[in-house]
């Protein structure tokens, strides 16, 4: 399993919601969780096959925008 991290426009409970069916239907994805209070707006993927290029393009394709976070 490996976790991706991004940081986001993802910054309210109602945006949470809005991505929260695209995330979870999503193939590939085990888990997910944004932090809002964090100012990057840090969006963690626990990922069991998505790419990070497969979450952008899922976030993108609603609205959003989502950067690569290099995990250390």
Known sequence: MK???FKTNINCGGC???VTPFLNKKEGIESWEVDT???DKILTIKSAGASEEDVKTTLQKIGFKAESVSTS
């Open 37 to 39: 209070a964090n100012p």
């Open 16 to 18: 949470v919601s809005k």
């Open 3 to 5: 976790t991706l991290k």
